[in-house]
Structure formats: structure tokens, C-alpha cells
């Protein structure tokens, strides 16, 4: 079946430091991902996206590339903010559906 | 524009009672999808809505849930009787388009369901 394996938080991490946050799936054919993310108080918000193998999505200094050979869509930023403190999830779209991981909690200390 | 909005952000009711969520997507969107998130476990589909006719239910657990969408404008989600397993925050989403490469759905804020 279809679903998204991110790697588990919360993370803390101190301002200006590098972040990843792991994220592989399973899915037949080829599926679009994405990245989401909840600040405190508001909705899911689509950070970044990306619709075939090699694409790369990008927004707000986070990347993610297409890993078609290693199944995998690992979100980076190099230098972290105390704003981006949120829940990031992964997210791949299967029919009109959209499949997400738990969520990954990210603490930013000032 | 205004995004999608939900009704209660936040609702308490005691085991056996019934709620109804309510939803309002962005103008113009013909589909609608709930959501819900229960306590430690992931974001899961329930259903999805294109205008007044619901295209997919495979996600909603059991017949105590009831989704409409009359006129295809706004949806509720009514929970009777409710149960403490459907304690979570259920997300409202809704899109322009379906079938494209990516199919950006467009979320609301959320509605937190705490069934005591």
C-alpha cells in the first residue's frame, strides 16, 4: 500500500544550526510529494512540493528533492529560525488523497 | 481570498452525544476533503467531495459519521453517538482541480473533538 515514514521528534535544535528531517515512503507508480507544515494556532500549510523523480521543491530556504532510487523526499534547511519552531509532515498524493506521516515537531531555541 | 474556515476550532462533548463540524471551502473549490488526526497517529483521509456528491468515503471508520454537502458549498460532519476513540482534530481541505500532477488541497485550520 501507500505511506510516508518520517523520522520521529520532537527536534530541538538552536538557531542558525542545519536541519533535516527524514522522510521515505512506499507507493505504487509515481506519486507527487510534499511537504506540510502547522505553526502553532493554524492550519496545514503546503511548504513545498515536488512532482516527479529529481525535481527539486523549494520555499522559505527548505528543500526537498525527489529520490525516486531511495524512495525518500528528506526536507533541508541550512540555518533554522526560532518562526519555523512548527510540525512538518511529509505527504505523498495517491488519487486525490493525501497520505501523511506522523508529523515531525521542530523546537528552534533562540 | 479567504481560505478555508471550520466551525468549532474547539468542541468538548461527553461520550454518546452528537456533534456536527462544520466547513467552508474556498470559493470556487468543487472538492472537499475531511481529514481527521487522532492522538499520536497520522493524518488520515475520510472523505472527498466533488460539489454536492461524495466521490470517495473509503476512509470514514463506521456509520456513526455522516458527511453532507448540500448545494456543494459548505460540508458538516456530524459524529452520532460519539465515541472517546474519535477524540482528535479533524481538517477540513478543499481544491480547485483533481487529476492534475499535483493536486494541491488547501487546509483549514482544524477542528480539536474531545469526547469525554
Known amino acids: 500500500g501507500n505511506s510516508v515514514t518520517q523520522m520521529e521528534g520532537p527536534v530541538t535544535l538552536s538557531e542558525e544550526a542545519f536541519l533535516t528531517i527524514n522522510c521515505t515512503y512506499t507507493a505504487t507508480g509515481y506519486p507527487s510529494l510534499f511537504w506540510y507544515v502547522q505553526y502553532p494556532g493554524e492550519g496545514l500549510q503546503l511548504l513545498l512540493k515536488?512532482?516527479?523523480?529529481?525535481d527539486k521543491g523549494s520555499n522559505k530556504g527548505f528543500e526537498a528533492t525527489y529520490r525516486k532510487e531511495t524512495t525518500s523526499f528528506h526536507l533541508e534547511k541550512g540555518s533554522v529560525q526560532v518562526s519555523d519552531s512548527a510540525v512538518y509532515f511529509c505527504a505523498l498524493n495517491r488519487d486525490d488523497k493525501i497520505i501523511f506521516g506522523k508529523g515531525t515537531r521542530l523546537h528552534i531555541l533562540p | 481570498e479567504a481560505g478555508v474556515t471550520q466551525f468549532p476550532s474547539h468542541s468538548v462533548i461527553e461520550k454518546g452525544q452528537t456533534v456536527t463540524l462544520r466547513c467552508d471551502p474556498i470559493?470556487?473549490?468543487?472538492?472537499l476533503y475531511w481529514y481527521r488526526r487522532v492522538m499520536g497517529k497520522e493524518i488520515k483521509f475520510l472523505l472527498h467531495?466533488?460539489?454536492?456528491?461524495?466521490?470517495?468515503e473509503s476512509g470514514m471508520p463506521n456509520n456513526r459519521f455522516l458527511a453532507e454537502r448540500t448545494g456543494g458549498t459548505y460540508s458538516t460532519l456530524k459524529v452520532q453517538p460519539a465515541e472517546l476513540e474519535d477524540s482528535g482534530v479533524y481538517f477540513c481541505?478543499?481544491?480547485?482541480?483533481?487529476?492534475?500532477?499535483?493536486?494541491?488541497?488547501?487546509f483549514g485550520p482544524g477542528t480539536r473533538l474531545t469526547v469525554l
Open positions: 467531495f466533488v460539489k454536492e456528491s461524495k466521490q470517495d
Open positions: 515536488a512532482t516527479k523523480a529529481d
Open positions: 481541505a478543499s481544491s480547485r482541480v483533481t487529476g492534475v500532477p499535483y493536486n494541491e488541497q488547501f
Open positions: 470559493s470556487g473549490h468543487d472538492n
